[in-house]
């Protein structure tokens, strides 16, 4: 059994992979996940994915992938953030949300959903419109799936070993429990292609972090609050 997990960027996937990682092999967007784009037809893309997974083991994949979802066996996990939390995380940084958007762009501008597709809804007035309408992209490719569980982002923040547990009952899986306190993404757990160690060295030097720290509030941004709306009418088009 494969077991998968796919998110919207920025919402704890790090995080969760590294406090499953004491209940099975875990490995955080290795270097092969991130040459998927090299590949262009659905068959090959397979191929490159099958050939690379390992039985038993939990893969993260990059936030651009989840167009890839269809073509990957086993169980799989979504984290995200609810779409106004994503935005805000999106417009605090700049990096965020350009350097994400330009990454997104490069590998999965050609698989747009359908269902999106359908909609006609792709010309924006702003990298944060563009965003949001990768954001529904992801939720739609994530709601194809059967064999999945969706975890909120401020659940996860606010008791991550429940929702570790939750995920564990349904891998099927004994869920050993354990506390993180710091930043995983500061250790470098990404992009590496051996399953995470949290007994590494570098943690030890780490400064401590609260994950509800990273919860995050309604906001009442009147650009995000219109992105939400415009959101939202295209997911209730296609989702009800």
């Not at 995920?167 to 004994?174: E, N, Q, S």
């Given at each position: 059994?494969?077991?998968?997990?796919?998110?919207?960027?920025?919402?704890?996937?790090?995080?969760?992979?590294?406090?499953?990682?004491?209940?099975?092999?875990?490995?955080?967007?290795?270097?092969?996940?991130?040459?998927?784009?090299?590949?262009?037809?659905?068959?090959?893309?397979?191929?490159?994915?099958?050939?690379?997974?390992?039985?038993?083991?939990?893969?993260?994949?990059?936030?651009?992938?989840?167009?890839?979802a269809p073509l990957v066996s086993g169980?799989?996990?979504?984290?995200?953030?609810?779409?106004?939390?994503?935005?805000?995380?999106?417009?605090?940084?700049?990096?965020?949300?350009?350097?994400?958007?330009?990454?997104?762009?490069?590998?999965?501008?050609?698989?747009?959903?359908?269902?999106?597709?359908?909609?006609?809804?792709?010309?924006?007035?702003?990298?944060?419109?563009?965003?949001?309408?990768?954001?529904?992209?992801?939720?739609?490719?994530?709601?194809?799936?059967?064999?999945?569980?969706?975890?909120?982002?401020?659940?996860?923040?606010?008791?991550?070993?429940?929702?570790?547990?939750?995920?564990?009952?349904?891998?099927?899986?004994?869920?050993?429990?354990?506390?993180?306190?710091?930043?995983?993404?500061?250790?470098?757990?990404?992009?590496?292609?051996?399953?995470?160690?949290?007994?590494?060295?570098?943690?030890?030097?780490?400064?401590?972090?609260?994950p509800k720290n990273h919860i995050m509030?309604?906001?009442?941004?009147?650009?995000?609050?219109?992105?939400?709306?415009?959101?939202?009418?295209?997911?209730?088009?296609?989702?009800?």
């Amino acid at each position: 059994m494969n077991y998968s997990i796919f998110h919207t960027s920025h919402c704890g996937s790090t995080l969760l992979a590294a406090l499953l990682s004491q209940s099975l092999p875990t490995i955080t967007e290795p270097r092969w996940s991130h040459q998927i784009k090299n590949h262009k037809s659905k068959e090959d893309i397979k191929k490159h994915i099958e050939s690379n997974l390992i039985d038993g083991q939990l893969t993260k994949y990059s936030s651009a992938y989840t167009h890839v979802a269809p073509l990957v066996s086993g169980k799989k996990v979504f984290v995200y953030r609810k779409l106004n939390h994503h935005l805000q995380k999106m417009v605090s940084n700049p990096e965020y949300l350009h350097n994400n958007l330009n990454y997104i762009e490069d590998c999965g501008k050609d698989y747009i959903h359908p269902k999106l597709k359908e909609s006609k809804w792709g010309k924006f007035k702003s990298d944060l419109e563009k965003q949001a309408y990768y954001w529904v992209q992801r939720y739609f490719y994530m709601k194809d799936e059967r064999d999945i569980i969706f975890v909120d982002t401020n659940e996860l923040f606010e008791n991550p070993n429940r929702e570790c547990e939750q995920i564990c009952d349904f891998f099927g899986i004994k869920y050993n429990p354990i506390n993180i306190n710091f930043n995983v993404k500061k250790a470098r757990l990404n992009h590496n292609d051996y399953p995470i160690r949290l007994d590494n060295k570098m943690m030890r030097n780490i400064v401590p972090e609260n994950p509800k720290n990273h919860i995050m509030k309604d906001s009442d941004d009147k650009e995000i609050v219109y992105l939400c709306k415009k959101a939202v009418k295209h997911l209730f088009k296609y989702t009800l």
